[in-house]
């Protein structure tokens, strides 16, 4: 199974996650992406069925922003670590 958020930080909001995946990924008001998911907690299992969507969007982000784990996150800070 796999979890996934958005490192805020880095994200240039240049729109290709959601694009590719837009089931799993929103913008905030300034484009900034996140896990619609769960909020970008990294929490909620990511549904089979949007595997290959995720996976798409994780190796397009230009930045690196999509962050990927195999069990759910913490928060950012504790996943980064
Ligand atoms: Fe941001 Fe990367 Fe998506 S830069 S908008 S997380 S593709």
């Known amino acids: 199974s796999k979890y996934s958020y958005v490192i805020q930080d880095t994200c240039i909001a240049c729109g290709a996650c959601g694009a590719t995946a837009p089931d799993i990924f929103d913008y905030d008001e300034t484009g900034v992406a996140f896990n619609l998911i769960d909020q970008n907690s990294g929490s909620v299992k ?14 397009g982000c230009p930045t690196g922003s999509i962050q990927l784990s195999d069990k759910p996150c913490v928060s950012e800070k504790t996943t980064e670590r």
């Open 46 to 59: 990511i549904p089979k069925e949007l595997l290959d969507d995720l996976e798409d969007a994780f190796e």
